[in-house]
């Protein structure tokens, strides 16, 4: 493995999890993020690894980050997109700036990332990317109108990407977490027993399926499956969605 592997949205949770198994699986981490207390802390874990602070909204910042990131460290072999925001309310009440919001972030942000990462790959004839998404893009969820939406254009982004991308051996898969102990999670609880216990029993008044393995993910769970994925070990796996739920979309 020559290239170094790149994680997008490295500061907190998932992401930051992510960078810590890639690191531990023996890769070349660089991360970047757009919290820079968050990322010296990543860095530090993973052994003073590169970083660079990046607002995924900013296309220029994009184009501009990506290059200097090859310069500076050699070639991006592997992406792991983790940058995400989730806005909640029903999609009658959401106000048009938090729609903007969400998509700016999960879904055009995500495309100029893949769109900088992806030509310099296709160039190389080299590659492969993981996208975390969300198990909200394919069960209708009361409140998740925009982020699942979001959700949904990026799982099919990503989709069309790896077919495109498939004659130049790069390959192109989602990651579709559940409910995860994460702060974004968390922002959902009044407390945290009661959110813990909503969330692993269901809710029939929202129409929400609980969690088949009663437990709520961790998130090394999704880390691991996102390393995975990356890896050789995935080589013949492109365009495909795998869901960390515990179960709790009988993928529907």
Known sequence: MNGITLVIGAGHGIGKATAIALAQAGRRVVIADLDRAALDETAQLIGAAPYFLLDVRDQTAVHRTIAEI????????????????????????????????????????????LRAVGSRMRDRQRGSIVVVGSNAAGVPRVGMGAYGASKSAAEMIVRVLGLELAEFG?????????????????????????????????NLESYKVGIPLRRIAEPADIAHAV?????????????????IDGGATLRA
Not at 82 to 109: Q, Y
Not at 174 to 192: F, K
């Open 70 to 113: 090859e310069s500076e460290h050699g070639p991006i072999d592997s992406l792991a997109h983790v940058a995400g925001v989730l806005e909640t309310g029903s999609i009658l009440d959401t106000k048009p700036a938090a729609w903007h919001e969400v998509f700016d972030v999960n879904v055009h942000g995500l495309v100029g990332v």
């Open 227 to 243: 390393e995975f994925l990356l890896s050789d070990r995935a080589r013949h796996i492109t365009m495909q969605t795998l869901y």
């Open 170 to 202: 790069i390959r192109a898969n989602i990651v579709a977490p559940g409910s995860t102990d994460t702060t974004m999670q968390r922002s959902l609880w009044t407390d945290e027993e009661t959110g813990r216990h909503a969330v692993i029993n269901g």
